[in-house]
């Protein structure tokens, strides 16, 4: 790649705006200012220029006789093969910057684009002879996953690749809204819900070929009550047992109706006993699970992923499922590329006009850190904020997938809300009673909510507030963090949101609040009906909202994405594609 660069360098420096394939006169000295090296060094490069056709080298006779160097590559055709070849390894980012750096005056940058337009998608790649052809799925991300570890899942796109890796005891199924067997394929409790027995299928086996058994279940399980994230699905677990090759016996020290769906949760996934003989940190390399897909390759730049032959609920259709992680400051409106992320992003909206529109189980909504000091810390200032950022006008104003405004984390019941208009008086009041000194907000937040972000901190600044923008790494010390709340599967999902030892409501809220949330997720759990637990659920919301430690902005689309030969497929709670439920349409 180096010598490649290297000619666009000195093509760049001495034929740009001259005619193709005519001799320039340079000196040696010339070229090594060029290249930033030795005129001993330039004259190496140049001889390996040579041997590869690229230029042709007259070196010049006698003093003050100029050498004449020969361009014989053009440089609009080469510039597009050296970063399709980037590309084609995974390193996008060096790809974007050789564009950057030298595709002035050229059509290399809307020919690359148009290259990755087609490179993405669904792909029927014929196989060597006597072999069959193989469908894959290749697709960009904006973000990689921050973790392939079950135990430390709190975000949606780590825990849907997780769930293309890994099995649980049992599933939750969205379409038939119930719990559905698993790696176990019978499960039971005793009468008060304090003593759940699972009972495990035979010849389910890890990508490696070991057969999972209870010691694999026992294994998972006494991790996950020591990993900080998600060892609330077993805060409650006194014993954890196995009666046999096949039976696992939990025991909990209070009744939970609902544990059997805490085992549909990804946090729950099993691992191989003892990372299958291999040390932690190497397993995560290449994690193994029983899952419909394995990890072929794990890298920065992208994930690779196989059929999982042997998977006990039949084989996935795909071949392999190609995940291009994109560079981490790449702004697809800044470079153009769209149409590229059509995979995932390309909804289909001409078919759904007039429609009412699927809304993302979850909301987008601003929390409070109300174990830091600050102007947060009086209620009065709270509410003022919660009225100042009216989410009818946030929607309004932005559109795009903001659809509904949000009273609480289900679209479903945001629905029946009416939102009343601000009323300046109000907020006038509350600012007042507030004795706010002017001192300045620090809201910490992703890249991806710039938008939402420039509209909190201008229509806070027409109250007098000022909001600092900070990073999203910043987030444990900051006054405030808006973030988007997912939930995959119901009330375990919203249990979560405020358990998850990595979440923001769990580290926001101070010791007094979240000491009364877990004592109504207790009531809930030992209640009988969904009903109950529902109520429960809504109380703790209404809470929240009412003294504005979070403040619920809006909910998002939630559409299935198109693409022209694909069948089977869209997009679970998550907003993600289960990979194993695709197939492909077109014939050969």
Sequence with gaps: ????????????????????????????????????????????????????????????????????????AGKEEFLLNLVVELAKSGDYRQAFQTLGAYGSGTQAKEQFLDWLNGHFGYKKEEGAEGSHATDNLIFPVLYPPRTLDPAAASFAFDSHLQRQIFDRLLAFDERLGRIVPGVAHHWEANRDATEWTFYLRKGIRFHHGQELTSADVLFSFERLRNHAENKWLLREAETIEALGPRV?????????????????????SIL??????????????????????????FSKHRIELAAHSQYYQGRPYLDGVDIVIMPADCDPEAIGFTKVLQTIDRYRREDRKGTVP?????????????????????????????????????????????????FGFRPDESRSRVIEPIRPERVKAALKESRYDGRPIRLSVYDKYAEDTAWIRKRLSEWGIRVEIETSETWKEADCTLSSIVLAEDEVC??????????????????????????????????????????????????????????????????DFLHPFVRGMSLNPLGWVDFKDIWLEKHD
């Excluded at 696992?248 to 729950?268: E, Y």
């Excluded at 809304?359 to 947060?376: A, D, F, H, S, V």
């Excluded at 429960?536 to 003294?547: A, C, S």
């Design 1 to 72: 790649m180096q010598i490649k660069e290297q000619y666009l360098m000195l093509h760049s420096r001495f034929s740009d705006g001259k005619q193709s394939g005519m001799p320039i006169e340079v000196t040696l000295e010339d070229l090594a200012q060029a290249l930033y090296c030795t005129v001993r060094n330039a004259k190496l490069i140049l001889r390996k220029l040579v041997d590869e056709g690229w230029v042709q080298w007259l070196p010049g006779r006698g003093r003050g006789n100029y050498s004449r160097i020969t361009f014989l």
């Design 248 to 268: 696992v016996r939990i025991r909990l020290r209070k009744p939970n109706r609902i544990f059997d769906r805490f085992m549909c949760s990804v946090g729950a």
């Design 272 to 297: 191989p006993a003892d990372f299958a003989g291999q040390e932690e940190g190497s397993f995560w390399n290449l994690p193994l699970g029983t899952g419909p897909f394995r990890v072929v390759s």
């Design 358 to 406: 699927d809304l993302r189980q979850g909301c987008t909504m601003l929390c409070w850190n109300m174990k830091r000091e600050g102007p947060q810390q009086s209620e009065a200032f709270r509410r003022a904020v919660k009225m100042i950022l009216h989410p009818g006008e946030m929607i309004e104003e932005l559109g795009g997938p903001r659809i509904l405004p949000a």
């Design 494 to 559: 919203e249990i979560e949101t405020y358990e998850n030892g990595i979440n923001g409501l769990r580290l926001y809220l101070d010791e007094e609040r979240m000491s009364w949330i877990k004592t109504r997720i207790d009531d809930a759990l030992e209640a009988e009906s969904g009903e109950t637990r529902r109520v429960t659920f809504r109380e703790i919301e209404e809470y929240l909202r009412d003294e504005a430690s979070v403040i619920f902005l809006h909910h998002r689309q939630l559409d």
